[in-house]
C-alpha cells in the first residue's frame, strides 16, 4: 500500500496527525461518559462541548444549535425526517434536486411513502438549479427545502445564498448537504440564510464515523432515536468521544486554513484539466470549469468504460472514482451525469478525480501521463 497516488478526496480523506493526536486519549485514558458527574465524565462532557464551540464557530452557529450523530447521512436523515414529521400540520411538500446524494434522496423517497410529496428539481448541463423554477415550485403546502451546497459527483456549487433568501421570503425551512463544502469553502449559515447544514467530518480529515448537524434555534424537529437524552434530547446514545473530538479538531484546522488550501487545490485542478485536455482526444468536462469545488474533476472520456479504467488505473497504484452510483456495487449510470443531460453511455465513461492537501503537481503529471497511456490502450481494443 506504499505510495498510493489517491485521488478520491471526496470519498473520504486520511485522518490528519494532530487530529488522531487530540482523539487518542479520550480512547482509553480519559476514557469516561460525558454523562457521569465524575471528574473523568466531567473531562468528556468539557471535550465534547469544546469540539460543539469549534463546529459553530465555523460556520457561525451558536453551540446550541450543533448536534452530533454518526455521519452525513444521519444528518441528512435527522434534518429532513425530523423537520419533515414535525412539521407536518403547516404541510406536507418538500423541494429538493434531482442531483442530491442518496442520504437526502433516499430520505425523500421515504417519505413519499409517509404521505409527504416532493419536488425534485431539474440542474441545467452545469449541474445548477433554476431558482426562478425553485420559486415557482413553492407552495403554500412547502414545508422545507433540501438543497445540496456542493455537488460530490460533479463538484458544482449551488447559488446557496438566493436559495436561502427564497426560502425565508416564503417563511420554508432550508436545509443543506454541505458534506463536500465542509472545509472546501466558507459557510456562514447567517449571512446565506441556512437554517439546517450535514456535516461528515471524514470528508475534511477527521475519522469515520462522526457527523455533525446544524438546526437553528427554535426550529421544531423530530428525534428519530429514542433512548437517554443526550444532545439535547435529541439523539439518544452515548457520544462517540474521541470521534467527536477528532471532528472539531479537523474542522478548526480546515476552516483555519481554508484560503490556502483552497488555492492549491484550485491551482492542482486547472492544472489537471488542461493538461487533460491538451493530452488527450474526445474528452468532455462534466460540470462547470470555475463554479466547481477546487479539488474535483470529472471528465468523461469517449469509447471507454469507466469501470474498467479505473481498475487499470488501481493496478498503476492510481485511487480515483467513476460516473457509476457510489462507484461500486451497482451498473447504473449515475443519475448526477444523466441529470446534467449525458447519455448512459458518456456517463459510464465518467472518471471522477478529488484532490486533496498531500496531492503534489508531480502527482497530477503521472496522473496524466498514466491515464493518456490507458485510454490509448482501451481504445485501440
Ligand atoms: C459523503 C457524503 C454524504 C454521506 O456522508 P457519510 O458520512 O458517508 O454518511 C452525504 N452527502 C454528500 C454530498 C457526501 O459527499
Known amino acids: ?98 442531483i442530491e446524494h442518496p442520504a437526502v434522496l433516499n430520505t425523500c423517497k421515504m417519505l413519499e411513502q409517509e404521505g409527504f410529496k416532493v419536488t425534485y428539481l431539474d440542474v441545467n448541463k452545469k449541474g445548477l438549479i433554476d431558482l426562478k423554477i425553485l420559486e415557482e415550485s413553492i407552495t403554500d403546502k412547502t414545508i422545507l427545502i433540501s438543497i445540496m451546497f456542493a455537488n460530490n459527483e460533479i463538484g458544482t456549487i449551488q447559488p446557496i445564498k438566493e436559495i436561502g433568501k427564497i426560502a425565508k421570503k416564503h417563511n420554508i425551512y432550508f436545509h443543506t448537504d454541505a458534506v463536500q463544502a465542509m472545509g472546501n469553502i466558507k459557510i456562514d449559515v447567517n449571512n446565506m440564510n441556512i437554517d439546517s447544514l450535514s456535516m461528515s467530518a471524514h470528508k475534511f480529515y477527521g475519522p469515520k464515523g462522526v457527523g455533525a448537524l446544524y438546526i ?46 483552497n488555492k492549491k487545490l484550485v491551482y492542482l485542478r486547472d492544472y489537471y484539466i488542461n493538461q487533460v485536455e491538451e493530452k488527450i482526444p474526445d474528452v468532455k468536462l462534466n460540470g462547470d470549469r470555475v463554479n466547481r469545488l477546487p479539488g474535483n474533476a470529472n471528465f468523461s472520456f469517449k469509447y471507454v468504460d469507466g469501470e474498467e479504467l479505473l481498475l487499470d488505473l488501481d493496478a498503476k497504484g492510481i485511487a480515483a472514482s467513476s460516473g457509476s452510483a457510489c462507484s461500486s456495487g451497482t451498473d447504473a449510470p449515475s443519475h448526477v451525469l444523466l441529470a446534467i443531460g449525458l447519455t448512459a453511455e458518456t456517463a459510464k465513461g465518467a472518471l471522477r478525480i478529488t484532490m486533496g492537501e498531500e496531492n503534489t503537481k508531480e502527482d497530477i503529471d503521472y496522473l496524466v501521463s498514466t491515464l493518456t497511456e490507458i485510454v490509448r490502450k482501451i481504445r485501440k481494443n
Open 1 to 98: 500500500m506504499n505510495k498510493i497516488k489517491y485521488f478520491d478526496h471526496a470519498s473520504t480523506t486520511p485522518v490528519k496527525e494532530e487530529v488522531l493526536k487530540e482523539m487518542i486519549p479520550y480512547f482509553n485514558l480519559e476514557f469516561g461518559n460525558p454523562s457521569s458527574l465524575y471528574s473523568i465524565g466531567r473531562r468528556n462532557r468539557r471535550a465534547v462541548e469544546e469540539a460543539r464551540e469549534k463546529v459553530a464557530r465555523a460556520i457561525n452557529a451558536k453551540p446550541n444549535e450543533i448536534y452530533f450523530t454518526s455521519c452525513g447521512s444521519e444528518s441528512d436523515n435527522l434534518a429532513i425526517k425530523g423537520i419533515a414529521f414535525e412539521n407536518k400540520h403547516k404541510g406536507n411538500h418538500i423541494i429538493t434536486s434531482k
Open 216 to 261: 437553528r434555534e427554535g426550529i421544531p424537529f423530530k428525534k428519530l432515536q429514542d433512548g437517554g437524552h443526550q444532545e439535547k434530547d435529541k439523539r439518544a446514545g452515548t457520544e462517540n468521544v474521541p470521534g467527536i473530538v477528532g471532528l472539531g479538531k479537523a474542522i478548526e484546522i480546515a476552516n483555519n486554513n481554508i484560503d490556502r488550501y
